[in-house]
């Protein structure tokens, strides 16, 4: 403050024809002591009498200081309800920007409303979502600690401990939070504190040997050379810490050079800093208390030199609170020198007038301080702003060690701009960073590890929502990013993969030509369809053979080409299901079946009736003949074609791509459209067949020349085991082996009906024509009848 006075009085142009003067009182960190030195400055009374001044001119401008918050607040309630200035080069608590309060308060050092924030920053900046805090007793550290709980909670980050530092020595409460800390998880631990106060506990912490923690401080303590000592290397090595921001003022150290008792003997501290760094002693004149406070035997004499000391006293290059000091009393000057210019008629005061630069009032300075706005010689600019703040900015240091490794430096790594667009007001342009035990990564201070791709959080019960477990997302459903809160479900053509982390495209199933399985069958299909062309070729070739006719080789022929079209239509199931193909397959099988069948059983009745005919006194003559035969085959399958008909009218079928059934596959199949006509279709189906089973079985043992009785008897026995045994198949298959259960069932019932029928008949006309004749045929027929008979 002294340096900075000489300096503004040296300048001609800041305040011309005027000289800044002072007067010093030490708080001594207490209330009563910091309120009582300013009664004294107000009333200028040793024993001062409140609301009464005895001073003469000139007029006190301002009050500078104090340092610690608890006691600006006192100093401040006092001089704000005379709105006499205030300026405070350290007290940071954030309450004292509340004007209401504090109307006449301003500062050159950031709130900590600023400060918990960039703390908040740094923290998340690093990725560490499970802190620890301590806070001291003091409104410094409460209102810090509780603003910064606040921005950390808005950004996700977890608290495992908030603690509070006791102000006087507490065992006790420094075992507890010794405990706390060594039972916890966190890696790094925020300090809202001074340094008096957190001395003690960290004390304890060393001798506990309590390490790879991130101590993060407040700048109550981020420079405090208390702590730089050897037992605290090991467990405070890599600490950060938010300390003012620094500032060089060029000619400061040369003001310190020239220091000397006999410069200002009336000023007791040159005197006792004299003693300290030369370890000797003033002579009697000084008086026994400077005596009985040094032991050295050395008389100072007033010739030592302090050029050539190499102490931390003359390193220039942390002066954070003096720079606030500097700008604190530059900002007197600047709203001293604003009040002297002031031009009658024009000032801001009644009716423009102007405040007196010799007798002015406290609140016309008060004015003026509050609108200031000046580049100080560093080039750095000075205001302040509505609340009485100045722009926040801080420097954020590295606990390192020295070259000697016997002590700790303060090393710029970042620095931290309010002014700056947000999310980017750390800026880190300085040194790297080293961690506690020389790691070069930044520890993890978490509860929980980050759930990575494929995974959804979990909150634990009763546990913070930082501490959670990582679960695999379900089948069908991914999650893309890390810590997400939920899986999301793929898309319907879409599934996820085995890491759940991205949704692949289904494959499409279908029963296709390329694959075996469809292979086979459509193989299969065409070489049963081609046995009973051979057939039909072989009964026209032998058409004359008396046993083609013998079975009605009409309606042998109809159904030998039934039986090719019932196999060939197996192949419309395969390949990819279209919307024609949908609605021709299934109604083609049902109507070409239908037919057969109706085929089947036409050829029993005509052999009953037939046999029935031959009756003496029957008249069933007169329906045996060919127009039976095709009337019970064209109703059987017109039936048949209605139903059909009804079903494709309505609700036909039409292909679909199934992504319900499966979960991994599309299932490119047909959709029935109606289930109801689907079995209305297999079920007349079924009828037909029962019918011709049951008569066939009826007349096998009708004498005839060639009764066909037993072999329908068998091929129908055949047919309907095969179509019973298809509908608990068909219902409990899904996708590409559904189709294929109902083709096996068309071939293999094809298949049933052509051997049963028409495998005896080739095997006479082509392997035993002798019994292809007219004569056998009867006398076969002669036999069996005396059998029945008999």
């Known amino acids: 403050m002294i340096f900075t006075i000489e300096e503004i009085n040296q300048n001609s142009t800041l305040l011309p024809n005027q000289r800044l003067g002072f007067s010093i009182y030490d708080s001594c960190d207490t209330s009563m002591k910091a309120l009582k030195s300013t009664m004294m400055l107000l009333t200028g009374q040793k024993y001062p009498i409140p609301n009464y001044s005895c001073k003469s001119n000139p007029p006190m401008a301002a009050v500078l200081g104090d340092d610690k918050s608890r006691v600006s607040i006192s100093v401040a309630r006092l001089l704000g309800i005379q709105k006499f200035p205030q300026i405070s080069y350290a007290s940071s608590v954030k309450v004292l920007s509340d004007k209401i309060q504090f109307p006449s308060f ?55 401990f908030l603690t509070t530092i006791p102000t006087e020595y507490s065992e006790s409460r420094i075992h507890y939070i010794v405990q706390v800390i060594k039972k916890s998880t966190v890696n790094a631990i925020i300090v809202f504190s001074s340094d008096v106060s957190f001395y003690p506990v960290m004390t304890e912490i060393a001798k506990n040997n309590v390490t790879g923690k991130v101590w993060i401080s407040s700048d109550g303590w981020s420079v405090a050379f208390i702590f730089n000592k050897m037992e605290f290397l090991k467990t405070m090595h890599g ?353 070409i079946f239908a037919f057969g069948i109706s085929c089947v059983l036409a050829k029993t009745l005509i052999v009953v009736l037939a046999f029935n005919a031959t009756k003496p006194n029957k008249t069933l003559k007169q329906w045996v003949g060919p127009q039976l035969s095709k009337f019970i085959v064209a109703t059987g399958t017109l039936i048949q074609v209605v139903i059909c008909a009804i079903w494709l009218s309505t609700y036909p079928p039409f292909p679909v791509k199934n992504t319900k059934t499966t979960t991994n596959k599309i299932i490119f199949e047909c959709n029935e459209g109606s289930a109801t006509a689907f079995w209305c279709m297999l079920g007349y189906m079924g009828v037909l067949a029962l019918v011709s089973f049951v008569v066939a079985f009826l007349s096998r043992k009708l004498p005839d020349s060639f009764n066909e009785a037993k072999f329908i008897t068998f091929s129908m026995l055949v047919f309907v085991s095969v179509w019973l045994s298809f509908i608990p198949a068909y219902l409990s298959t899904r996708g590409k082996y559904m189709v294929a259960v109902e083709v096996f069932a068309i071939v293999t019932s094809s298949a049933g009906l052509m051997s049963c029928i028409f495998f005896p008949k080739c095997y006479i006309i082509l392997l035993r024509p002798d019994r292809n004749t007219r004569d056998y045929l009867m006398k076969r027929g002669e036999y069996s009848h005396k059998k029945e008979k008999h």
């Open 239 to 591: 600490s950060l810490g938010f300390s003012m921001r620094r500032g060089d003022m060029p000619m400061f150290k040369n003001f310190l050079m020239k220091l000397h008792p006999s410069k200002t003997p009336e000023d007791v501290f040159i005197h006792r800093f004299w003693e300290i760094i030369f370890n000797c002693h003033w002579p009697s004149l000084r008086g026994n208390q400077t005596e009985s406070d040094n032991d050295a035997t050395t008389l100072c004499t007033g010739s030592e030199q302090l050029e050539g000391l190499n102490i931390t006293f003359f390193d220039m290059t942390h002066l954070r609170a003096a720079y606030n000091v500097y700008n604190a009393v530059y900002a007197v000057a600047h709203g001293l020198h604003d009040l002297s210019s002031c031009k009658p008629g024009k000032g801001p005061f009644t009716n423009g007038s102007c405040a007196d630069i010799k007798g002015f009032k406290s609140w016309q300075v008060l004015y003026y301080l509050k609108n200031i706005r000046f580049t100080n010689n560093m080039g750095e600019e000075v205001f302040f702003n509505e609340n009485g703040d100045p722009p926040a900015k801080y420097d954020i240091l590295n606990w390192k060690l020295s070259d000697e490794g016997d002590s700790m430096k303060y090393v710029n790594v970042a620095r931290f701009d309010s002014n700056a667009h947000p999310g980017q007001e750390l800026i880190f342009d300085g040194e790297p960073i080293e961690w506690n035990g020389g790691v070069l990564n930044p520890p993890q201070s978490v509860c929980s590890k980050s759930c990575p791709a494929g995974y959804r959080k979990a909150a634990q019960t009763g546990r913070p929502s930082c501490c959670f477990d990582c679960i695999l997302c379900s089948e069908g459903e991914i999650s893309n990013t890390t810590d997400s809160l939920e899986c999301i479900n793929c898309p319907d053509d879409y599934w996820s993969n085995e890491s759940r982390d991205q949704c692949i495209k289904k494959n499409i199933e279908l029963l296709s030509y390329e694959e075996p399985l469809g292979a086979i069958l459509a193989g299969a299909a065409v070489t049963t369809a081609i046995i009973p062309a051979i057939i039909l070729y072989v009964f026209i070739l032998f058409r004359h053979t008396p046993i083609v006719k013998a079975n009605n080789r009409e309606l042998s022929y109809l159904l030998l080409v039934a039986l090719v079209l019932c196999v060939l239509c197996s192949l419309v199931f395969i390949g990819q299901p279209r919307a024609l193909t949908c609605m021709l397959r299934q109604a083609a099988f049902g109507i």
């Open 106 to 160: 301003l500062r050159t050092t950031p709130s900590d409303d600023f400060q918990s924030y960039g703390l908040a920053r740094l923290v998340i900046h690093y990725g560490w979502t499970w802190v620890g805090i301590l806070a001291d007793a003091s409104d410094y550290g409460q209102q810090g600690a509780y603003i910064l709980v606040e921005q950390l909670e808005k950004k996700g980050v977890c608290i495992d």
